[in-house]
């Protein structure tokens, strides 16, 4: 069964910082990966994600992630962290052995940007 | 113009009430999911349709019924609320079952009572 761990569930840091969230996965097939975002009271936002092709991966708001398939982990840093980075951020990957589109998730980090 | 929308944004009912969540999409996905989140902000799927199929019904209460008129619109209807339903609740859509290019809706935040 596919699986996902995003260690931490609560990160802080300060504004200008390194920002790196933690995600390992488990899969029986080529993994489909993801990270979105979620701001306060509002939906899930797509931020980047990994199927095929180049093992690192731009998103947007200048966010990124690296696929390291011996390591089966999809990290997501951002060099510098702006206030508006605060919010909640879930690593998926996608239930390709089912194929019905089912995405299954972590448990989610808090990312914290302290002035 | 929204793609993926839910109503009500807001639903506050008594236990053993009966409610419905509509959800809607203009983008011209074949499928469309609910997820439900739970207080710790735990995301777990409930139900998938593709096409007016229901491809999966993942172990939730028989007092859980989607329903999908067209491949654009997917409902949910919880009968008999009890205290653990509150939740928020998020629409989806995605072109293919690969899970791939989902867009959520923004949520419906069911509090019992």
């Known amino acids: 069964a596919q699986s996902v761990t995003q260690l931490g569930s609560h990160v802080s840091v300060s504004e200008g910082a390194l920002v790196l969230l933690r995600c390992n996965y488990s899969?029986?097939?080529?993994?489909?990966l993801f990270w979105y975002v979620q701001y306060p009271n509002q939906g899930l936002q797509l931020l980047l994600k990994?199927?095929?092709?180049?093992?690192l991966v731009k998103g947007i708001n200048g966010f990124e992630a690296e696929f390291k398939k011996s390591e089966t982990s999809f990290h997501l840093t951002k060099p510098s962290a702006h206030m508006s980075d605060a919010a909640e951020y879930f690593c998926?990957?996608?239930?390709?052995?089912?194929?019905?589109?089912?995405?299954?998730f972590g448990q989610g980090t808090t990312l914290q940007v302290k002035p | 113009d929204t793609a993926v929308s839910q109503t009500p944004k807001y639903l506050v009912t008594q236990m053993g009430n009966d409610k419905s969540i509509k959800c809607e999409q203009n983008?011209?996905?074949?499928?469309m999911y609910w997820y439900k989140q739970d207080s710790k902000k735990f995301l777990k799927i409930m139900f998938s349709?593709?096409?007016?199929?229901?491809?999966i019904n993942e172990t939730v209460p028989n007092r859980f019924s989607p329903k999908s008129p067209d491949k654009a619109h997917l409902n949910l209807h919880i009968n008999s609320l009890e205290l653990g339903d509150s939740a928020v609740y998020f629409c989806?859509?995605?072109?293919?079952?690969?899970?791939?290019?989902?867009?959520f809706g923004s949520g419906t935040r069911l509090t019992v009572v």
């Open positions: 983008l011209g996905h074949d499928t």
């Open positions: 990994y199927t095929t092709g180049a093992t």
């Open positions: 899969s029986s097939v080529p993994p489909y």
């Open positions: 998926a990957v996608s239930d390709r052995v089912s194929n019905t589109g089912k995405l299954i």
């Open positions: 989806a859509s995605s072109q293919e079952r690969s899970g791939y290019g989902y867009t």
């Open positions: 349709y593709n096409n007016k199929e229901l491809i």
